[in-house]
């Protein structure tokens, strides 16, 4: 079960978008496994994609016509990955836009792919081609939730979050979906994410905006580690409230901060609900030279399986932090100088165990559904924050039968 995570209910539609979903029975007959997202003539849009060497026939081909055309809609498909499959893959990225580009009257270039699925499989085209007609015939504002829900593998639950604010005497809206639960640490945005704004911002302003966003979000997760083939996070700016926002106006300050908020609420959700996870763990690390060597000790913590393992047991094996910090790679580390933190308790000072510290309050933190994990290293004022979970049995059995 996700931790202290439930679906959403409501997602305000975002005027000047439509979302359809379908079943192509791509893995699962019956399970609707296809969403198309239409945007509105005249929207902007940005987006981030993995940094994964080996980065999926979609990712390649929506980075090219996103670079060559404003989309007009996107297509994702679930079940398969499209990744790891050479040329081969390409073409069928591209016969799918090409075929819904016929469809719905547009150019190719228009059209931006997405996959997530099983990694090194080809591509089902005959059966998205043959669900094309019913993601078109379902397009509807209302669509959010189910696009939510379309889009998810391993997840155990949908993933959205909407904002309205006031710009200007004006309402406007910020909606986004997300899916993931293992294979994360996005190194760029993450896993699968499409959020909209009936807003207008010029395309380079929507980019800084998307990326500072997904820097103080996306880029602050992990479940285990792994950097997807397929990770994308598209930013849609419809412009039909009629408001305009501008850089380096008082407007951008207030939607580049709901923009993060969004961006926050929906990263933290993939990492309730990690695969197997049963904590949900905060790593603040502070206190240091830089944001990068707080970054540093902050996922050595958390890709730790000793502390992830120590996390899923509810205990209180303090060591184990330790070492991982000891580990990070940070040069002359005084350790006399670092303090460590089970939430409120201190569990090390001095370059050892702290001499209040008992083991019923330690056990009492690690108990709790949300652990903070809090490290201060004591060498200078930069602070970092992450988020993460345990590792359960349920973790391995997932990944095990992926396949199967």
């Known amino acids: 079960m996700p931790v202290g995570l439930s679906a959403p209910?409501?997602?305000?539609?975002?005027?000047?978008?439509?979302l359809g979903i379908a079943s192509a029975g791509i893995k699962k007959p019956g399970r609707r496994d296809l969403v198309l997202m239409e945007l509105a003539v005249g929207?902007?849009?940005a987006a981030v994609f993995t940094r994964n060497a080996f980065c999926a026939?979609?990712?390649?081909?929506?980075?090219?016509?996103?670079?060559?055309?404003?989309?007009?809609?996107?297509?994702?498909?679930?079940?398969?990955?499209?990744?790891?499959?050479?040329?081969?893959?390409?073409?069928?990225?591209r016969r799918c836009c090409a075929n819904l580009a016929r469809q719905m009257g547009c150019n190719e270039t228009e059209v931006l792919p997405f996959s997530t699925g099983v990694i090194g499989e080809p591509l089902a085209v005959e059966k998205i081609e043959a669900a094309l007609p019913a993601a078109q015939a379902a397009l509807d504002a209302e669509n959010w939730i189910a696009a939510a829900n379309g889009i998810m593998t391993t997840d155990t639950i949908a993933k959205g979050a909407s904002r309205q604010l006031e710009i200007e005497g004006k309402s406007i809206t910020l909606t986004g979906i997300a899916k993931g639960a293992g294979m994360i640490r996005p190194d760029m945005a993450t896993m699968l994410s499409y959020i909209a704004t009936d807003a207008a911002l010029p395309q380079a302003l929507l980019h800084r905006a998307l990326v500072d966003a997904v820097n103080a979000s996306f880029n602050r997760i992990t479940v285990d580690g792994d950097t997807s083939t397929n990770d994308s996070c598209v930013l849609v700016a419809t412009g039909v409230s009629g408001v305009s926002?501008?850089?380096?106006?008082?407007?951008?300050?207030?939607?580049?901060?709901?923009?993060?908020?969004?961006?926050?609420?929906?990263?933290?959700?993939?990492?309730?609900?990690?695969?197997?996870?049963?904590?949900?763990?905060?790593?603040?690390?502070?206190?240091?030279?830089?944001?990068?060597?707080?970054?540093?000790v902050a996922y050595t913590i958390a890709h730790s399986p000793l502390v992830k393992t120590a996390l899923f047991a509810s205990d209180p094996?303090?060591?184990?932090?330790?070492?991982?910090?000891?580990?990070?790679?940070?040069?002359?580390?005084?350790?006399?100088?670092?303090?460590?933190?089970?939430?409120?308790?201190?569990?090390?000072?001095?370059?050892?165990?702290?001499?209040?510290?008992?083991?019923?309050?330690?056990?009492?933190?690690?108990?709790?559904?949300?652990?903070?994990?809090?490290?201060?290293?004591?060498?200078?004022?930069?602070?970092e924050r992450i988020w993460t979970t345990d590792f359960s049995y349920d973790y391995v059995k997932i990944n095990a039968e992926y396949r199967t």
Not at 9 to 18: A, C, F, K, N, W
Not at 63 to 84: E, F, V
Not at 263 to 269: F, N
């Open 317 to 383: 094996n303090w060591g184990r932090i330790l070492a991982a910090v000891g580990r990070a790679g940070l040069d002359n580390l005084v350790l006399e100088q670092v303090r460590v933190y089970l939430g409120s308790v201190c569990i090390v000072s001095a370059g050892s165990r702290d001499p209040a510290y008992t083991e019923a309050a330690g056990a009492a933190v690690m108990r709790e559904e949300e652990i903070l994990i809090r490290v201060l290293l004591g060498r200078g004022t930069a602070s």
């Open 9 to 18: 209910v409501e997602l305000h539609p975002v005027p000047g978008i439509r």
């Open 245 to 296: 926002i501008s850089a380096d106006s008082a407007a951008y300050t207030a939607f580049s901060a709901a923009l993060t908020a969004l961006c926050i609420e929906l990263a933290q959700a993939i990492v309730r609900d990690g695969e197997g996870a049963t904590k949900f763990i905060t790593i603040e690390v502070a206190e240091g030279r830089d944001v990068s060597e707080c970054l540093q």
């Open 43 to 45: 929207s902007t849009c």
């Open 57 to 93: 026939a979609p990712v390649i081909v929506a980075r090219a016509h996103l670079d060559a055309a404003t989309p007009r809609y996107l297509l994702i498909n679930t079940g398969n990955a499209n990744a790891g499959t050479g040329e081969p893959g390409l073409r069928d990225a």
